[in-house]
């Protein structure tokens, strides 16, 4: 088990914690009893190889892979927000950016499912957060990867999640995006939420609260991270 100890100690509860979870696709397991507990107010980078399985961890943290045995236990009534590496579908949809990033609101919308000021003001927020409030008329499919990443994001932190599930957020970004991803997991972490972040950057490895590296199917607690900005 991977929890973190000093939050144990103080008592607090989980936002997530996974036992003994196996998961694969088709006859094929990539998760072999994986184990872990996350605390808000944290970020968790995940880090491994290609293929050792941290999109399939982070998708059964999200409750889009089911496991075919043992437990995911949500801390929170809140759905996890995932924000998947770029994906085919989500060029194609004919929304502009600003659409897009409002879908992240919907889960929020009361009973009349009707934006309110709040949610308006919101989506706005999370763009100029991601630096894409230019983009907002755009339509998501003429976007350029990197811009469509961010709208990504921003969609993703529009949902005000309390588990916040980010697969490589910074790959293919210039350096001023990933220094501006790099800030915005430490304001998500200030407002309280658990953020999981898989990446291959040591830089980025090194500015998390906790390092978790796939080995053999399951997260084990990685080096411990180095407290020094980005070179
Ligand atoms: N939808 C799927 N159907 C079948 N097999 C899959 C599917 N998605 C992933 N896999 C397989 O599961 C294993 C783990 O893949 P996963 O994407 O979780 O790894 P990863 O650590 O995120 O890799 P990367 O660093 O390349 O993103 C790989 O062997 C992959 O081929």
Redesign the pocket.
């Known amino acids: 088990m991977t929890a973190d100890p000093a939050r144990a100690a103080q008592g607090q509860a989980p936002v997530i914690e996974l036992a003994d979870v196996r998961a694969?696709?088709?006859d094929?397991d990539?998760l072999h009893g994986a184990a872990l507990a996350l605390h808000a107010g944290t970020v968790t980078a995940l880090v491994?190889?290609?293929?050792?399985?941290?999109?399939?961890?982070l998708a059964v943290m999200a409750g889009v892979l089911a496991p075919r045995s043992g437990t995911v236990t949500l801390g929170t009534p809140r759905r996890p927000a995932l924000v998947v590496?770029r994906s085919a579908a989500s060029d194609a949809l004919p929304l502009t950016a600003r659409e897009a990033v409002a879908m992240g609101r919907w889960g929020l919308l009361g009973p009349w499912r009707r934006p309110t000021r709040r949610d308006r003001a919101a989506v706005g927020e999370c763009m100029d957060r991601l630096g894409v409030a230019d983009l907002a008329r755009r339509r998501l499919g003429e976007l350029s990867g990197g811009q469509r990443q961010r709208v990504l994001l921003a969609q993703g932190l529009a949902q005000e999640a309390d588990l916040l599930l980010l697969?490589?957020p910074s790959t293919g970004l210039d350096a001023d995006s990933r220094e501006r991803i790099a800030a915005v997991l430490d304001q998500e972490r200030g407002r309280g939420a658990a953020v999981v972040h898989?990446t291959?950057s040591r830089g980025e490895a090194d500015r998390a609260d906790r390092v978790l590296v796939?080995e053999g199917g399951r997260p084990v607690a990685g080096e411990a991270p180095v407290k020094e900005p980005l070179s």
Do not use: I, P
């Open positions: 694969g696709y088709r094929r990539v491994g190889a290609n293929g050792s399985g941290k999109s399939t961890l590496q697969d490589e898989a291959h796939m």
